[in-house]
Nanobody, 116 residues
Framework: QVQLVESGGGLVQPGGSLRLSCAVS????????MAWYRQAPGNQRELVAR????????YADSVAGRFTISRDNAKNTVYLQMNSLKPEDDTAVYYC?????????WGQGTQVTVSS
């Protein structure tokens, strides 16, 4: 079956960095658009960054210039490098998503907490 498994979350100080990974199995990874979303308590899930099967990427305004999404098709993995982390803006559960046409699959999420 299709599985998306996020890792790399945790507690980090303001201004610090984390790299999230999402390992994907059960699909032909290189054909799928991938994205990272996040959801903070009381908020709706929001798009953070996405990367197409062709490698084109775009970002939410709130993370542009601080976060970088990338993919390694040989490893069936998508990454989110997060720099200059901010407590209120970036603390959330981060989810990865695979999408192709009508097919959508989510991971289980990984918690990122930015706090001193």
């Amino acid at each position: 079956q299709v599985q998306l498994v996020e890792s790399g979350g945790g507690l980090v100080q303001p201004g610090g960095s984390l790299r999230l990974s999402c390992a994907v199995s059960g699909i032909i990874f290189r054909l799928y658009d991938m994205a990272w979303y996040r959801q903070a308590p009381g908020n709706q899930r929001e798009l953070v960054a996405r990367i197409t099967s062709l490698g084109r990427s775009d970002y939410a305004d709130s993370v542009a210039g601080r976060f970088t999404i990338s993919r390694d098709n040989a490893k069936n993995t998508v990454y989110l490098q997060m720099n200059s982390l901010k407590p209120e803006d970036d603390t959330a559960v981060y989810y990865c998503k695979a999408e192709r046409g009508r097919f959508v699959q989510w991971g289980q999420g990984t918690q990122v907490t930015v706090s001193s």
